[in-house]
T-cell receptor, first 114, second 116 residues
């Protein structure tokens, strides 16, 4: 069974530029999560989708971050414009459904903002 | 507010020695608790989880964890550490109310180094 796929694996940009990350969850998983992991910290949830609807985006900095999940499968996370403090690993995870279901994580995208 | 505390930032143990990683949580309801492992350049892999029932749970790779409600703890243990266990370990609690169902709150992690 294929795992959660993410691309790119690494991205270096300058501040004020824009960047997008892509995630393909495990087939059949209805719930998709985006986490931000800053160096030395645990992952922090940015947004949760159930199929193609947003369940929780309370911690998403909406002035610069946006995310969508078209057709309830793939998802993209965008940052525009990027700030230095956005340097982090962006992890995508999926689960069969939300509560009490194991979340499977992708390898992440490491973003460096210069 | 819900939180997870991992008091040890970095632990070094000798190969073959026993291991215990500490985790304390703050959560009003009955917690759903998880331990994940993250190897360099890899995503997080689930080691084990506790929802209810037996307070000693077994996981993959020979790990186990014990839920102690009175101490608000969920410590991870392994009787004999292998060099391949060197990684970062994260404890997490699942939010299971309202619209935040399934969301995980992670601790800051404990980095495990293994001496030959």
């Amino acid at each position: 069974e294929a795992g959660v796929a993410q691309s790119p694996r690494y991205k270096i940009i300058e501040k004020r530029q824009s960047v997008a990350f892509w995630c393909n969850p495990i087939s059949g998983h209805a719930t998709l999560y985006w986490y931000q992991q800053i160096l030395g910290q645990g992952p922090k949830l940015l947004i949760q989708f159930q199929n193609n609807g947003v369940v929780d985006d309370s911690q998403l900095p909406k002035d610069r971050f946006s995310a969508e999940r078209l057709k309830g499968v793939d998802s993209t996370l965008k940052i525009q414009p990027a700030k230095l403090e956005d340097s982090a690993v962006y992890l995508c995870a999926s689960s069969f459904s939300g509560r009490s279901n194991t979340q499977y994580f992708g390898p992440g995208t490491r973003l460096t903002v210069l | 507010a819900q939180s997870v505390t991992q008091p040890d930032i970095h632990i070094t143990v000798s190969e073959g020695a026993s291991l215990e990683l500490r985790c304390n949580y703050s959560y009003g309801a009955t917690p759903y608790l998880f331990w994940y492992v993250q190897s360099p350049g890899q995503g997080l892999q689930l080691l084990l989880k506790y929802f209810s029932g037996d307070t000693l749970v077994q996981g993959i790779k020979g790990f186990e964890a014990e839920f102690k409600r009175s101490q608000s703890s969920f410590n991870l243990r392994k009787p004999s550490v292998h060099w391949s266990d060197a990684a970062e370990y994260f404890c997490a609690v699942e939010l299971n109310y309202g619209g935040s169902q399934g969301n995980l709150i992670f601790g800051k992690g404990t980095k495990l180094s293994v001496k030959p």
